[in-house]
């Protein structure tokens, strides 16, 4: 669930892992904030606060994924990095949801 600050209302459900979510952040994408979540299913998703959809579903990890960070290289777009059980980092295109980078 996304919270209002002010009020405490519910203002979306995001609803598409199979499994526990083990790690919520968030990434500026073109003036408009999306909510990054993964977990226990393998994947990383990236989601519209507005609808709650699931704008990708990036999968590559071949195990639970732990932990999801978000940053931004100047002149790049922004990144979405995960790591989980089978021992790799995945940078993920923010935009595109393909993988840039696993080490």
Known sequence: RVW???????LVVLRGHT????GVTTVAVNEEVRVVS???DWTVRVWAIKGGNA???LKGHSGKVWA?????VKG???RVASCGD??????????????ALVV
């Open 86 to 99: 089978d021992g790799t980092v995945h940078v993920w295109d923010a935009l595109k949801g393909g993988d």
């Open 19 to 22: 499994g526990w979510v083990r």
């Open 68 to 72: 999801v960070a978000t940053f931004v």
């Open 38 to 40: 993964c977990g226990r």
């Open 55 to 57: 704008l990708a579903v």
């Open 4 to 10: 209002a600050i002010e009020g405490g209302k519910a």
């Open 76 to 78: 790049e777009v922004p």
